[in-house]
Protein backbone atom coordinates (compact mmCIF):
# COMPACT_ATOMS: atom_id res chain seq x y z
CA UNK A 1 0.00 0.00 0.00
CA UNK A 2 0.75 3.83 -0.51
CA UNK A 3 0.13 7.14 0.71
CA UNK A 4 0.16 10.37 -0.35
CA UNK A 5 3.23 11.97 -1.90
CA UNK A 6 5.06 13.84 1.15
CA UNK A 7 6.38 17.17 1.34
CA UNK A 8 9.70 16.05 -0.33
CA UNK A 9 7.70 14.59 -3.65
CA UNK A 10 8.16 11.32 -2.47
CA UNK A 11 5.32 8.71 -1.56
CA UNK A 12 5.76 6.38 1.45
CA UNK A 13 5.20 2.51 0.56
CA UNK A 14 4.68 0.00 2.91
CA UNK A 15 5.46 -3.77 2.14
CA UNK A 16 7.74 -6.80 3.62
CA UNK A 17 11.59 -7.60 3.75
CA UNK A 18 13.26 -10.61 5.17
CA UNK A 19 15.81 -9.44 7.94
CA UNK A 20 18.78 -10.04 6.48
CA UNK A 21 18.13 -8.50 3.27
CA UNK A 22 17.50 -5.34 5.31
CA UNK A 23 20.33 -5.83 7.64
CA UNK A 24 22.38 -6.00 4.30
CA UNK A 25 20.41 -3.28 2.32
CA UNK A 26 20.89 -1.29 5.46
CA UNK A 27 24.70 -1.47 6.18
CA UNK A 28 25.68 -1.03 2.01
CA UNK A 29 23.49 1.74 1.81
CA UNK A 30 25.74 3.09 4.80
CA UNK A 31 29.13 2.08 3.34
CA UNK A 32 28.21 4.13 -0.29
CA UNK A 33 27.13 7.10 1.91
CA UNK A 34 23.55 7.45 0.12
CA UNK A 35 19.73 7.12 1.88
CA UNK A 36 18.06 3.25 2.06
CA UNK A 37 15.26 4.98 0.16
CA UNK A 38 17.64 6.31 -3.22
CA UNK A 39 18.87 2.60 -3.06
CA UNK A 40 15.79 1.00 -2.95
CA UNK A 41 14.32 3.50 -5.95
CA UNK A 42 17.02 2.64 -7.74
CA UNK A 43 16.90 -1.36 -7.41
CA UNK A 44 13.03 -1.18 -8.78
CA UNK A 45 13.64 0.71 -11.33
CA UNK A 46 16.78 -1.64 -12.52
CA UNK A 47 14.46 -4.50 -11.63
CA UNK A 48 11.16 -2.98 -13.76
CA UNK A 49 14.14 -2.71 -17.00
CA UNK A 50 15.00 -6.25 -16.59
CA UNK A 51 13.38 -8.35 -19.67
CA UNK A 52 12.66 -11.09 -16.74
CA UNK A 53 12.52 -11.83 -13.16
CA UNK A 54 15.94 -12.90 -11.24
CA UNK A 55 15.97 -16.36 -9.47
CA UNK A 56 13.55 -15.83 -6.57
CA UNK A 57 14.83 -15.38 -3.05
CA UNK A 58 13.82 -17.05 0.58
CA UNK A 59 11.73 -14.56 1.48
CA UNK A 60 10.36 -16.87 4.90
CA UNK A 61 10.38 -14.47 7.84
CA UNK A 62 9.75 -11.25 6.24
CA UNK A 63 8.53 -8.50 8.02
CA UNK A 64 7.61 -4.82 7.92
CA UNK A 65 9.43 -2.28 5.92
CA UNK A 66 8.72 0.60 4.61
CA UNK A 67 10.32 3.48 2.44
CA UNK A 68 9.97 6.54 0.32
CA UNK A 69 10.07 6.57 -3.34
CA UNK A 70 9.04 8.65 -6.63
CA UNK A 71 5.35 8.94 -6.58
CA UNK A 72 4.51 6.39 -9.44
CA UNK A 73 6.93 4.31 -9.15
CA UNK A 74 5.25 1.79 -7.14
CA UNK A 75 2.11 1.37 -9.13
CA UNK A 76 4.48 0.71 -12.17
CA UNK A 77 6.34 -2.28 -10.01
CA UNK A 78 2.86 -3.81 -8.83
CA UNK A 79 2.11 -4.03 -12.44
CA UNK A 80 5.66 -5.57 -13.39
CA UNK A 81 5.03 -7.96 -10.82
CA UNK A 82 1.43 -8.73 -11.99
CA UNK A 83 2.90 -9.18 -15.29
CA UNK A 84 5.91 -11.89 -13.91
CA UNK A 85 2.95 -13.61 -11.77
CA UNK A 86 5.62 -12.54 -8.98
CA UNK A 87 4.63 -11.20 -5.52
CA UNK A 88 5.39 -7.94 -4.22
CA UNK A 89 7.19 -8.83 -1.33
CA UNK A 90 9.34 -11.30 -4.00
CA UNK A 91 9.98 -8.61 -6.15
CA UNK A 92 10.90 -6.17 -3.41
CA UNK A 93 13.92 -8.50 -2.37
CA UNK A 94 14.84 -9.20 -5.49
CA UNK A 95 14.76 -5.47 -6.42
CA UNK A 96 16.71 -4.78 -3.10
CA UNK A 97 19.20 -7.68 -4.20
CA UNK A 98 19.92 -6.59 -7.53
CA UNK A 99 20.90 -3.28 -5.81
CA UNK A 100 23.52 -5.02 -3.50
CA UNK A 101 25.07 -6.96 -6.21
CA UNK A 102 24.83 -4.15 -8.92
CA UNK A 103 26.79 -1.44 -6.08
CA UNK A 104 29.17 -3.84 -3.86
CA UNK A 105 30.92 -3.12 -0.71
CA UNK A 106 33.76 -0.65 -1.35
CA UNK A 107 37.38 -1.52 -0.11
CA UNK A 108 38.94 -0.34 2.96
CA UNK A 109 40.90 2.44 2.55
CA UNK A 110 44.16 1.19 3.07
CA UNK A 111 47.49 4.18 3.41
CA UNK A 112 50.22 3.39 1.44
CA UNK A 113 52.61 3.96 4.37
CA UNK A 114 51.80 2.25 7.50
CA UNK A 115 50.39 4.59 10.26
CA UNK A 116 52.61 5.31 13.25
CA UNK A 117 51.09 6.80 15.70
CA UNK A 118 52.19 7.67 19.11
CA UNK A 119 50.21 7.98 22.36
CA UNK A 120 51.86 10.31 24.89
CA UNK A 121 52.45 12.18 27.76
CA UNK A 122 54.83 12.27 30.93
CA UNK A 123 52.34 12.21 33.11
CA UNK A 124 51.22 9.26 34.36
CA UNK A 125 47.59 8.26 35.04
CA UNK A 126 45.81 10.41 32.66
CA UNK A 127 44.80 7.36 30.80
CA UNK A 128 47.29 6.73 27.88
CA UNK A 129 46.53 3.57 27.33
CA UNK A 130 42.78 3.24 27.52
CA UNK A 131 43.03 5.72 24.60
CA UNK A 132 45.59 3.66 22.50
CA UNK A 133 43.19 0.61 23.25
CA UNK A 134 40.05 2.18 22.15
CA UNK A 135 41.32 4.12 19.61
CA UNK A 136 42.98 0.76 17.84
CA UNK A 137 39.77 -1.12 18.93
CA UNK A 138 37.98 1.77 16.79
CA UNK A 139 39.98 1.35 13.75
CA UNK A 140 40.31 -2.79 13.54
CA UNK A 141 36.27 -2.87 13.44
CA UNK A 142 34.29 -4.48 11.19
CA UNK A 143 33.64 -2.59 7.61
CA UNK A 144 30.42 -4.95 6.66
CA UNK A 145 28.46 -3.78 10.37
CA UNK A 146 27.33 -0.60 11.67
CA UNK A 147 28.50 0.75 14.92
CA UNK A 148 26.89 4.07 16.69
CA UNK A 149 29.55 6.90 16.28
CA UNK A 150 28.87 10.40 17.98
CA UNK A 151 29.40 12.93 14.87
CA UNK A 152 29.11 15.89 15.79
CA UNK A 153 31.98 18.00 15.02
CA UNK A 154 31.42 20.84 17.30
CA UNK A 155 33.19 20.33 20.69
CA UNK A 156 30.26 21.61 22.72
CA UNK A 157 27.66 19.53 20.63
CA UNK A 158 29.82 16.71 22.68
CA UNK A 159 29.94 18.71 26.20
CA UNK A 160 25.85 18.34 25.71
CA UNK A 161 25.86 14.77 25.09
CA UNK A 162 28.51 14.86 27.96
CA UNK A 163 26.32 16.58 30.40
CA UNK A 164 22.80 15.10 29.44
CA UNK A 165 24.06 11.38 29.33
CA UNK A 166 25.02 9.01 32.35
CA UNK A 167 26.83 6.05 31.37
CA UNK A 168 23.64 4.10 31.45
CA UNK A 169 21.86 5.93 28.31
CA UNK A 170 21.00 4.07 25.33
CA UNK A 171 23.49 5.75 22.38
CA UNK A 172 20.30 5.63 20.14
CA UNK A 173 18.35 8.04 22.63
CA UNK A 174 20.35 10.63 20.74
CA UNK A 175 19.02 10.50 17.21
CA UNK A 176 21.18 14.14 16.83
CA UNK A 177 24.09 13.11 17.99
CA UNK A 178 24.56 9.62 17.20
CA UNK A 179 24.82 7.97 13.78
CA UNK A 180 25.35 4.30 12.96
CA UNK A 181 27.96 3.99 10.34
CA UNK A 182 30.38 1.33 8.85
CA UNK A 183 33.24 0.42 10.57
CA UNK A 184 36.74 0.95 9.36
CA UNK A 185 38.22 -2.25 8.98
CA UNK A 186 41.89 -1.30 9.58
CA UNK A 187 44.33 -4.12 10.04
CA UNK A 188 45.97 -2.23 13.65
CA UNK A 189 49.04 -3.28 16.11
CA UNK A 190 48.85 -2.19 19.46
CA UNK A 191 52.16 -2.00 20.94
CA UNK A 192 52.64 -1.61 24.66
CA UNK A 193 55.75 0.01 25.08
CA UNK A 194 55.77 0.44 28.83
CA UNK A 195 57.60 -1.32 31.35
CA UNK A 196 54.72 -1.05 33.50
CA UNK A 197 52.63 -3.57 31.31
CA UNK A 198 49.14 -1.69 31.65
CA UNK A 199 47.84 -2.22 28.25
CA UNK A 200 48.69 -6.18 28.13
CA UNK A 201 47.14 -6.94 30.89
CA UNK A 202 43.78 -4.71 30.23
CA UNK A 203 43.62 -6.49 27.14
CA UNK A 204 43.64 -9.53 28.62
CA UNK A 205 47.69 -10.78 27.45
CA UNK A 206 50.98 -11.79 29.29
CA UNK A 207 53.35 -9.98 29.97
CA UNK A 208 56.18 -11.42 28.60
CA UNK A 209 59.20 -13.34 30.14
CA UNK A 210 62.11 -11.73 31.82
CA UNK A 211 64.71 -14.07 30.26
CA UNK A 212 62.70 -14.67 26.55
CA UNK A 213 62.62 -12.25 23.78
CA UNK A 214 61.15 -8.65 23.92
CA UNK A 215 61.08 -5.55 22.08
CA UNK A 216 63.39 -4.32 24.56
CA UNK A 217 66.05 -6.85 22.76
CA UNK A 218 65.13 -6.10 19.18
CA UNK A 219 66.09 -2.30 20.05
CA UNK A 220 68.89 -2.76 22.02
CA UNK A 221 70.10 -4.94 18.72
CA UNK A 222 69.99 -8.26 21.03
CA UNK A 223 66.96 -10.55 19.37
CA UNK A 224 66.59 -14.09 20.34
CA UNK A 225 63.44 -14.67 17.84
CA UNK A 226 61.68 -12.99 15.21
CA UNK A 227 59.19 -10.04 16.84
CA UNK A 228 56.35 -11.61 14.93
CA UNK A 229 56.28 -14.76 17.51
CA UNK A 230 55.49 -12.00 20.04
CA UNK A 231 52.56 -10.67 18.90
CA UNK A 232 48.97 -11.95 19.52
CA UNK A 233 45.26 -11.33 18.76
CA UNK A 234 42.90 -9.58 20.42
CA UNK A 235 38.99 -10.57 20.31
CA UNK A 236 39.03 -12.27 17.19
CA UNK A 237 35.02 -12.83 17.45
CA UNK A 238 34.62 -8.28 17.68
CA UNK A 239 37.63 -7.78 15.59
CA UNK A 240 38.21 -10.31 12.94
CA UNK A 241 41.74 -10.87 13.54
CA UNK A 242 42.26 -7.35 12.62
CA UNK A 243 43.50 -6.07 16.26
CA UNK A 244 47.12 -7.50 17.73
CA UNK A 245 48.98 -6.75 20.36
CA UNK A 246 52.64 -7.00 21.30
CA UNK A 247 53.20 -7.46 24.63
CA UNK A 248 55.22 -5.52 26.82
CA UNK A 249 57.95 -6.27 29.39
CA UNK A 250 59.27 -5.80 32.58
CA UNK A 251 62.99 -4.99 30.96
CA UNK A 252 61.63 -1.87 29.32
CA UNK A 253 62.33 -0.60 32.99
CA UNK A 254 66.43 -0.81 31.42
CA UNK A 255 65.92 0.18 28.13
CA UNK A 256 67.04 3.79 28.48
CA UNK A 257 70.58 2.41 29.88
CA UNK A 258 70.57 0.05 27.08
CA UNK A 259 69.79 2.09 24.38
CA UNK A 260 72.64 4.37 25.63
CA UNK A 261 74.86 1.98 24.14
CA UNK A 262 73.18 2.08 20.83
CA UNK A 263 74.14 3.21 17.47
CA UNK A 264 71.15 5.93 16.14
CA UNK A 265 69.92 5.32 19.61
CA UNK A 266 67.19 7.33 18.39
CA UNK A 267 65.99 5.14 15.06
CA UNK A 268 66.30 1.80 17.43
CA UNK A 269 61.90 1.40 17.82
CA UNK A 270 61.86 1.85 13.79
CA UNK A 271 64.62 -1.07 13.10
CA UNK A 272 62.81 -3.08 15.48
CA UNK A 273 59.26 -2.46 14.16
CA UNK A 274 59.97 -1.99 10.79
CA UNK A 275 59.74 -5.90 9.54
CA UNK A 276 56.39 -5.57 10.90
CA UNK A 277 54.78 -2.77 9.02
CA UNK A 278 53.63 -4.40 5.90
CA UNK A 279 50.97 -6.41 8.00
CA UNK A 280 49.38 -3.38 9.17
CA UNK A 281 47.77 -0.78 8.09
CA UNK A 282 48.27 1.46 11.88
CA UNK A 283 50.37 0.73 14.22
CA UNK A 284 49.67 2.31 17.84
CA UNK A 285 52.27 2.58 20.63
CA UNK A 286 51.48 3.37 23.75
CA UNK A 287 54.36 5.13 25.50
CA UNK A 288 55.35 5.47 29.07
CA UNK A 289 55.27 8.31 31.30
CA UNK A 290 58.81 9.72 30.28
CA UNK A 291 60.91 12.17 28.73
CA UNK A 292 64.07 9.56 28.59
CA UNK A 293 66.09 8.06 25.50
CA UNK A 294 62.65 5.55 24.70
CA UNK A 295 60.28 8.41 24.71
CA UNK A 296 62.79 9.96 21.91
CA UNK A 297 62.51 6.76 19.67
CA UNK A 298 59.03 6.72 19.74
CA UNK A 299 58.94 10.14 18.78
CA UNK A 300 61.33 9.84 16.21
CA UNK A 301 59.14 6.47 15.00
CA UNK A 302 56.04 8.69 14.32
CA UNK A 303 57.59 11.23 12.45
CA UNK A 304 56.20 11.95 8.96
CA UNK A 305 58.33 10.17 6.52
CA UNK A 306 58.89 10.50 2.73
CA UNK A 307 55.86 11.04 0.32
CA UNK A 308 53.61 10.56 3.09
CA UNK A 309 50.69 12.89 3.62
CA UNK A 310 50.90 15.27 6.77
CA UNK A 311 49.13 13.76 9.68
CA UNK A 312 48.90 10.34 9.07
CA UNK A 313 51.62 9.69 11.55
CA UNK A 314 52.45 11.67 14.52
CA UNK A 315 52.13 12.05 18.35
CA UNK A 316 48.62 11.85 19.90
CA UNK A 317 48.51 13.84 23.08
CA UNK A 318 46.22 12.74 26.14
CA UNK A 319 45.67 15.10 28.89
CA UNK A 320 42.69 15.63 31.61
CA UNK A 321 40.95 18.65 32.53
CA UNK A 322 43.02 19.63 35.11
CA UNK A 323 46.23 21.77 35.70
CA UNK A 324 48.86 19.05 36.49
CA UNK A 325 48.51 17.85 32.94
CA UNK A 326 49.26 21.19 31.54
CA UNK A 327 52.61 21.10 33.17
CA UNK A 328 53.31 17.84 31.62
CA UNK A 329 52.10 18.77 28.08
CA UNK A 330 54.61 21.55 27.70
CA UNK A 331 57.37 19.16 29.16
CA UNK A 332 56.68 17.26 26.54
CA UNK A 333 55.62 19.45 23.91
CA UNK A 334 60.00 21.01 24.46
CA UNK A 335 60.98 17.78 23.81
CA UNK A 336 59.59 16.78 20.80
CA UNK A 337 60.70 20.22 19.42
CA UNK A 338 63.63 19.42 20.73
CA UNK A 339 64.00 16.71 18.37
CA UNK A 340 62.72 18.16 15.60
CA UNK A 341 65.21 20.89 15.27
CA UNK A 342 68.23 18.21 16.80
CA UNK A 343 67.19 16.14 13.75
CA UNK A 344 65.27 18.31 11.39
CA UNK A 345 62.50 15.84 11.30
CA UNK A 346 58.86 16.78 10.56
CA UNK A 347 56.67 15.43 13.39
CA UNK A 348 53.22 15.76 13.96
CA UNK A 349 50.85 16.85 16.58
CA UNK A 350 47.78 14.53 15.76
CA UNK A 351 45.82 16.57 18.61
CA UNK A 352 44.92 15.95 21.93
CA UNK A 353 42.47 13.64 23.24
CA UNK A 354 41.06 14.99 26.31
CA UNK A 355 40.36 11.81 29.01
CA UNK A 356 37.63 11.09 31.98
CA UNK A 357 36.37 14.51 31.32
CA UNK A 358 33.24 14.92 34.08
CA UNK A 359 31.95 18.37 34.36
CA UNK A 360 30.40 17.55 36.99
CA UNK A 361 33.91 18.60 39.30
CA UNK A 362 33.13 22.18 38.47
CA UNK A 363 35.01 25.13 37.24
CA UNK A 364 38.60 23.32 37.56
CA UNK A 365 37.53 20.82 34.82
CA UNK A 366 35.04 23.18 32.96
CA UNK A 367 37.87 25.80 32.58
CA UNK A 368 40.19 23.38 31.78
CA UNK A 369 38.87 21.77 29.13
CA UNK A 370 38.10 25.94 27.52
CA UNK A 371 42.11 25.80 28.22
CA UNK A 372 42.95 23.18 25.93
CA UNK A 373 40.30 23.91 23.21
CA UNK A 374 42.24 27.52 23.12
CA UNK A 375 45.43 26.14 22.24
CA UNK A 376 43.61 25.10 18.79
CA UNK A 377 47.07 24.03 16.99
CA UNK A 378 46.66 21.06 18.11
CA UNK A 379 43.01 21.05 18.40
CA UNK A 380 41.19 18.49 20.79
CA UNK A 381 40.21 15.79 18.55
CA UNK A 382 38.38 13.59 21.47
CA UNK A 383 36.89 13.87 24.27
CA UNK A 384 36.27 10.65 26.23
CA UNK A 385 33.79 11.09 29.61
CA UNK A 386 35.09 9.66 33.00
CA UNK A 387 32.13 6.63 32.85
CA UNK A 388 32.10 3.21 34.46
CA UNK A 389 32.39 1.00 31.40
CA UNK A 390 36.07 2.22 30.58
CA UNK A 391 36.75 0.79 34.27
CA UNK A 392 34.47 -2.45 33.88
CA UNK A 393 35.87 -3.60 30.90
CA UNK A 394 39.76 -3.30 32.22
CA UNK A 395 38.48 -5.61 35.54
CA UNK A 396 37.16 -8.10 32.86
CA UNK A 397 39.99 -7.78 30.95
CA UNK A 398 38.19 -7.13 27.89
CA UNK A 399 38.56 -4.41 25.09
CA UNK A 400 36.18 -1.58 25.74
CA UNK A 401 34.30 -1.67 22.07
CA UNK A 402 33.91 -5.42 22.23
CA UNK A 403 32.76 -5.22 26.07
CA UNK A 404 30.60 -2.15 25.79
CA UNK A 405 29.86 -1.39 22.79
CA UNK A 406 27.23 1.01 22.85
CA UNK A 407 28.60 3.24 25.64
CA UNK A 408 29.25 6.80 25.58
CA UNK A 409 32.91 6.15 25.56
CA UNK A 410 33.27 3.39 22.98
CA UNK A 411 30.59 6.01 20.62
CA UNK A 412 33.80 8.75 21.59
CA UNK A 413 36.36 6.28 20.74
CA UNK A 414 34.52 5.74 17.61
CA UNK A 415 34.65 9.38 17.29
CA UNK A 416 38.33 9.86 17.68
CA UNK A 417 39.08 7.26 15.29
CA UNK A 418 37.41 9.56 12.95
CA UNK A 419 39.07 12.69 13.34
CA UNK A 420 42.59 11.40 12.68
CA UNK A 421 41.22 9.07 9.94
Not at 83 to 110: F, K, T
Not at 197 to 207: K, V
Not at 311 to 321: F, H, P, R, Y
Not at 323 to 346: F, G, K, M, P
Request: charged fraction near 25%; hydrophobic fraction near 40%.
Amino acid sequence: MSSPPSSSDREKVVSKLPGWLRHNLKVRAAQHGIEIQAAVEQGIRDWCSLASAPAPLDTSGADSFSTFIPPGQWDEFRGIAAERRVSLIQGLAQSVQLWLDSNPAPEVDRPEITRRIIVCNQKGGVGKTAITAGLGEALAEDANRLHAVRVAKALSAALRASDTHSSDTPASDDPLEIENLPGLGLRVLLVDFDPQCHLTNQLGGTPLPMNGDSLTNHMAGDPKGDLRDLIVSIDDESFGGRLHLLPACNDAFLLDVRLSAVRAREAALERALAPLEADYDVILVDCPPSLGLSMDAAVYYGRRRDNERPGDSGALIVVQAEDSSADAYELLTTQVDDLRNDLQIEIDNLGIVVNLYDSRRGFIATSSLQGWVDIKDPRVVGLINDLKEQKEAVRMKRPLLSYAPKSQQAIGMRALAREIA
